[in-house]
C-alpha cells in the first residue's frame, strides 16, 4: 500500500480507565491522513476503551489526544463530531424500532439543515446501493450484514475525516466477515477516510491495513507495516 500519510490523529502517552481501575498505559500511537490502522490484541486488552477515550466518552487521566494541530483533551462526543471523527461501536448498533431512513437521521444529528442531511443519506445509497430499498423498513428486521452496513451509513452522515470501527465483523456470519470489511476499504479507498479499526479477526482486517498496533495489557508491545505482522513468528504465532 505504501501510504506516508502526515498525522491525523495523534496519541501521546494516554492514561486513563473505569473508576479506580486503569485500563490504558501510557498508549502513543498515530493514525496518518487516509490511512487504515488495525488495532489488534486479546479480550481485555484496552482496545474498545482506547476507541471510547479519543472519541471523548472517557476522560483522559493523562497524555492527549490530538487531531492535526488541536489538542481534544476534555472534548466530548459531539465536538469530535463536529470535527471530523465519527465512532461506530461494536454490536452493529441501530435503532431497530426506527426506519432505516430514521436511523440515518440520527446518524446526521449534528449536521445543520435539511439539505446536509439528504446530501448524506444520498452518499450512504451511493456507497451501499443495497440500502434503497430499504429505506421505509425497521432496523430491527434487517440481516446481519445489512445493519452493518447501516451503522457505517450512520457513521458517515457526518462525512468525518477519520473513522473509529469497533469489530464491525462481531456477530456476523463467517461469509459476510470479509464483506463488512470490504465495506470498510472502500470508505477508504473511495473517500479517503481514515480508519482506525478494532478487529479480533486479524487475518482478514491485515489484509485491508497499512499498518498494525498490537494492544497488550494496556500497553502498546507492537507498531509496524501489516506485512510485519505477518513476518514476525512471535506475533504470528499468537495473533495469526
Given at each position: 500500500m505504501g501510504k506516508t500519510p502526515r498525522a491525523l490523529l495523534t496519541v501521546r502517552d494516554l492514561v486513563t480507565g473505569y473508576g479506580k481501575k486503569q485500563v490504558?498505559?501510557?498508549?502513543?500511537?498515530?493514525?496518518?491522513?487516509?490511512?487504515?490502522?488495525?488495532?489488534?490484541g486479546h479480550n481485555g486488552a484496552g482496545k474498545s476503551t482506547l476507541l471510547k477515550v479519543i472519541f471523548g466518552m472517557l476522560p483522559i487521566w493523562t497524555g492527549e489526544v490530538g487531531l492535526e494541530e488541536r489538542n481534544f483533551r476534555g472534548v466530548g462526543p459531539t465536538e469530535m463530531l463536529r470535527s471530523g471523527v465519527?465512532?461506530?461501536?461494536?454490536?452493529?448498533r441501530v435503532f431497530t424500532e426506527m426506519t432505516v431512513r430514521e436511523n440515518l437521521e440520527m446518524g446526521g444529528v449534528t449536521l445543520r439543515g435539511k439539505e446536509q442531511v439528504k446530501h448524506g443519506i444520498e452518499r450512504a445509497i451511493v456507497l451501499f446501493p443495497a440500502l434503497a430499498p430499504l429505506m421505509r423498513r425497521?432496523?430491527?428486521s434487517l440481516?446481519?450484514?445489512?445493519?452493518?452496513?447501516?451503522?457505517?451509513?450512520?457513521?458517515?452522515?457526518?462525512?468525518?475525516?477519520?473513522?473509529?470501527?469497533?469489530?464491525?465483523?462481531?456477530?456476523?456470519?463467517?461469509?459476510?466477515?470479509?464483506?463488512?470489511?470490504?465495506?470498510t476499504h472502500s470508505l477508504n479507498e473511495r473517500d479517503g477516510v481514515a480508519i482506525l479499526i478494532v478487529e479480533q479477526k486479524v487475518r482478514e482486517v491485515i489484509k485491508i491495513a497499512d499498518r498494525v498496533i498490537v494492544l497488550r495489557n494496556g500497553r502498546v508491545t507492537f507498531q509496524g507495516p501489516a506485512p510485519d505482522l505477518r513476518n514476525d513468528y512471535r506475533l504470528r504465532e499468537v495473533y495469526l
Amino acid at each position: 500500500m505504501g501510504k506516508t500519510p502526515r498525522a491525523l490523529l495523534t496519541v501521546r502517552d494516554l492514561v486513563t480507565g473505569y473508576g479506580k481501575k486503569q485500563v490504558l498505559n501510557a498508549v502513543s500511537l498515530e493514525v496518518g491522513a487516509a490511512e487504515i490502522v488495525a488495532l489488534i490484541g486479546h479480550n481485555g486488552a484496552g482496545k474498545s476503551t482506547l476507541l471510547k477515550v479519543i472519541f471523548g466518552m472517557l476522560p483522559i487521566w493523562t497524555g492527549e489526544v490530538g487531531l492535526e494541530e488541536r489538542n481534544f483533551r476534555g472534548v466530548g462526543p459531539t465536538e469530535m463530531l463536529r470535527s471530523g471523527v465519527a465512532y461506530v461501536p461494536q454490536g452493529n448498533r441501530v435503532f431497530t424500532e426506527m426506519t432505516v431512513r430514521e436511523n440515518l437521521e440520527m446518524g446526521g444529528v449534528t449536521l445543520r439543515g435539511k439539505e446536509q442531511v439528504k446530501h448524506g443519506i444520498e452518499r450512504a445509497i451511493v456507497l451501499f446501493p443495497a440500502l434503497a430499498p430499504l429505506m421505509r423498513r425497521r432496523a430491527g428486521s434487517l440481516s446481519g450484514g445489512e445493519k452493518q452496513m447501516l451503522a457505517l451509513s450512520m457513521g458517515l452522515m457526518t462525512k468525518p475525516r477519520l473513522l473509529l470501527l469497533d469489530e464491525p465483523s462481531l456477530g456476523l456470519a463467517p461469509p459476510l466477515v470479509s464483506q463488512a470489511l470490504g465495506y470498510t476499504h472502500s470508505l477508504n479507498e473511495r473517500d479517503g477516510v481514515a480508519i482506525l479499526i478494532v478487529e479480533q479477526k486479524v487475518r482478514e482486517v491485515i489484509k485491508i491495513a497499512d499498518r498494525v498496533i498490537v494492544l497488550r495489557n494496556g500497553r502498546v508491545t507492537f507498531q509496524g507495516p501489516a506485512p510485519d505482522l505477518r513476518n514476525d513468528y512471535r506475533l504470528r504465532e499468537v495473533y495469526l
